[in-house]
């Protein structure tokens, strides 16, 4: 089945060490995008890749980065992670931007310690 | 920004009975779509209503938009214990910006 995946599921790191989150998709969709959801909050959207064309949120921290190296694969960096950015970060995908449908992955779950 | 406000936070009904999620939104929309979260899972698309549609149907479930009033309601028909989880409603607004989603409800089907 086409799907999104996400990896690891949980990621446990340290005050200040970076950390990478993965995700990747067989749907071929052309737009990728990463949300920060809190406990009991909304998905946030961080940034989102439209083919190879990065699109930032404005007021998405610079601690946070990303990188797509090819259609199938997003990144997502947190350069020094602070107990703020303990939170599930959520991968979606779509096939067009603004209008469709996203798909989203079963998401990463990041404590910080 | 957040663009959609649910109504209620949290609701309680027991397993059969009808589950009614209002949505209200702030600014002129391209679409709206209603997405389902389980606990610590990610978010699964159920229904995506435009601007220029005013009823749609999947299943046991119907989505209404008034745009005159900037608001939509999902309804789920007959729920079932498997139906527990959070709601989502999300908006493309005019001017063609990523999804923003709400607050979200809490449902809970009581068997």
């Known amino acids: 089945d086409a799907m999104v995946i996400q990896n690891p599921r949980y990621q446990v790191t340290q005050f200040g060490k970076p950390v990478t989150l993965s995700c990747s998709q067989t749907?071929?969709?052309?737009?990728m995008y990463w949300y920060q959801q809190k406990s009991s909050q909304a998905p946030k959207l961080l940034f989102h890749?439209?083919?190879?064309?990065?699109?930032n949120e404005a007021d998405t921290p610079d601690n946070f980065q990303s990188r797509r190296p090819n259609t199938s694969f997003c990144f997502l960096d947190i350069r020094s992670p602070g107990l703020g950015d303990a939170a599930m970060y959520l991968c979606?995908?779509?096939?067009?931007?603004?209008?469709?449908?996203?798909?989203f992955g079963p998401g990463t779950r990041l404590l910080v310690l | 920004s957040q663009q959609g406000e649910e109504d209620p936070q949290a609701l309680s009904i027991q397993e059969g009975e009808n589950a009614t999620m209002n949505c209200s939104y702030k600014?002129?929309?391209?679409?709206l779509q209603w997405y389902r979260q389980n606990s610590g899972r990610g978010l699964v698309h159920l229904i995506l209503?435009?601007?220029?549609?005013r009823e749609k149907h999947s299943g046991r479930l119907r989505v209404t938009l008034d745009t005159s009033k900037k608001s939509s309601s999902l309804l789920i028909t007959a729920s079932r214990a498997a139906d527990t989880a959070s709601y989502f409603c999300?908006?493309?607004?005019?001017?063609?910006?990523?999804?923003?989603f709400g607050k979200g409800t809490r449902l809970s089907v009581i068997a």
């Open positions: 999300a908006t493309v607004s005019r001017g063609n910006t990523p999804l923003v």
């Open positions: 209503i435009r601007s220029n549609e």
């Open positions: 600014t002129s929309i391209n679409n």
């Open positions: 979606a995908t779509s096939s067009d931007r603004y209008q469709e449908t996203q798909y």
């Open positions: 749907l071929n969709h052309n737009v």
């Open positions: 890749y439209y083919d190879k064309d990065f699109n």
